[in-house]
């Protein structure tokens, strides 16, 4: 449970949500959910007597990854360990080719008159994952997952950054 006076996520959500995770992850086709599903999974804040957000999310976050590790195990089953990884390899070309790209000029740009994400913050953060890639440098999926950025009028795209996101924690997730 949260702390006294602290919000936290609604306990049935939550309950409801574990729930049906254990019944997917039992099933032999993966029961419908997968580990990105988990990943955007999103709970009701409640001012008193819910869940701790710091606890639910770490238990999220290691639900995703066994779903993940499941999810990859199938995969090299299903189509053979040097597919996986070739298809693996892959993404993670895309990232770094889409990385790559011009500060500034990353990503598709919100009109004018919308906010999206700050570009100087999505860059820097971007370069960093671009050295994990490229270079082998320290980078934990848990940094991409909680990375926020300013918002700004006419930023990036909100949604294809967030694409490209998931895209890196799916491929850091494949291989480890």
């Known amino acids: ?26 099933a032999i086709d993966g029961g419908g959910l997968a580990s990105d599903d988990i990943r955007h999974t999103a709970f009701r804040v409640v001012r008193r007597d819910g869940y701790s957000v710091r606890h639910v999310d770490a238990a999220l976050e290691r639900l995703e990854e066994a779903f993940a590790a499941r999810e990859r195990d199938r995969a090299i089953a299903e189509r053979g360990e040097e597919a996986y990884f070739r298809e693996t ?48 440098d320290a980078l934990s999926v848990d940094a991409v997952r909680t990375i926020a950025f300013r918002s700004r ?15 890196v924690v799916r491929v850091m997730l494949a291989v480890r």
């Not at 702390?3 to 049906?20: H, I, N």
């Not at 860059?123 to 270079?135: E, G, M, N």
């Open 89 to 136: 390899r892959e993404i993670a070309q895309d990232i770094v080719d889409r990385l790559a790209r011009p500060e500034g000029r990353r990503f598709r740009r919100a009109s004018a008159l919308a906010r999206g994400y700050h570009p100087a913050d999505v860059d820097a953060f971007t370069a960093r994952v671009s050295r994990y890639f490229q270079d082998g």
């Open 153 to 167: 009028l006419g930023g990036y795209d909100e949604t294809q950054v967030d694409v490209v996101l998931d895209a």
């Open 1 to 26: 449970m949260a702390r006294k006076g602290k919000p936290g996520y609604d306990v049935d959500e939550v309950e409801t949500f574990l729930a049906d995770a254990r019944r997917a992850y039992s």
